[in-house]
């Protein structure tokens, strides 16, 4: 059974960091491309982040490019999102998301997620 579980999130201010985790098991992370999405009140869930199986390639959407970092450690079955510079547009439940096997960077989102973590930004 495929489990991701996030952490992290919580109430910043503008300008302001936090670090997400996704800690998965069920599958051999390290075979796995990872993602990161969000989704706002009242608006469809969007790409924002996503890693290679490899750790070698990784993709963000423009509007969080420098300010969000990916990252992966096989070693503890996690994946990460930095994001520095926060902006009160940034407020959404992130979600994280179990890619392909062996697959490179995408914004296509596998078939499974974890619970989600709120994020929220104040001006």
């Known amino acids: 059974q495929v489990q991701l579980v996030e952490s992290g999130g919580g109430l910043v201010q503008a300008g302001g960091s936090l670090r997400l985790s996704c800690v998965t098991s069920?599958?051999?992370?390290?075979?796995?491309?990872m993602g990161w999405f969000r989704q706002a009140p009242g608006k469809e869930r969007e790409f924002v982040a996503t890693i290679s199986w490899s750790g070698g390639s990784t993709y963000y959407r423009d509007s969080v490019k420098g300010r969000f970092t990916i990252s992966r450690d096989n070693a503890k079955n996690t994946v990460y999102l930095q994001m520095n510079s926060l902006k009160p547009e940034d407020t959404a439940v992130y979600y994280c998301?179990?890619?392909?096997?062996?697959?490179?960077?995408?914004?296509?989102?596998?078939?499974?997620w974890g619970q989600g973590t709120q994020v929220t930004v104040s001006s």
């Open positions: 998301n179990l890619g392909a096997a062996l697959g490179g960077v995408t914004t296509t989102p596998g078939p499974y």
């Open positions: 069920g599958r051999t992370f390290s075979m796995f491309a």
